[in-house]
């Protein structure tokens, strides 16, 4: 069983920058990749990125390229999602989610456990 907890959610200015965390609990964090989600109000939950159990291997959405980066500490059992040039957009509920580790492509992935989200707000 893993628990996630997201955090550092917030209000920004389009243009601005934020940096979420998302603190898995137990020591098999390391055994997870770890992949970052948000849903928008009225629409679909969408995949924004993943990063493999190691952090050797990162994937993102198109729309985030270039904007967003993953990254994982396992000693501190967090994953990141730093966020610069932000668009009204990019406004959502962020979510991060833990899949069982495997070679196989980072995309569309079965995830097992989920946090409960922070909320994002671009404002134009």
């Known amino acids: 069983q893993v628990q996630l907890v997201e955090s550092g959610g917030g209000l920004v200015q389009a243009g601005g920058s934020l940096r979420l965390s998302c603190a898995a609990s137990g020591r098999t964090f390391s055994r997870y990749d770890m992949g970052w989600f948000r849903q928008a109000p009225g629409k679909e939950r969408e995949f924004v990125a993943a990063i493999s159990w190691t952090g050797g291997r990162t994937v993102y959405v198109d729309s985030v390229k270039g904007r967003f980066t993953i990254s994982r500490d396992n000693a501190k059992n967090t994953v990141y999602l730093q966020m610069s040039s932000l668009k009204p957009e990019d406004t959502a509920v962020y979510y991060c989610?833990?899949?069982?580790?495997?070679?196989?492509?980072?995309?569309?992935?079965?995830?097992?456990?989920w946090g409960q989200g922070t909320q994002v707000t671009v404002s134009s």
């Open positions: 989610a833990a899949s069982q580790k495997s070679p196989s492509s980072l995309y569309n992935r079965k995830y097992d456990y």
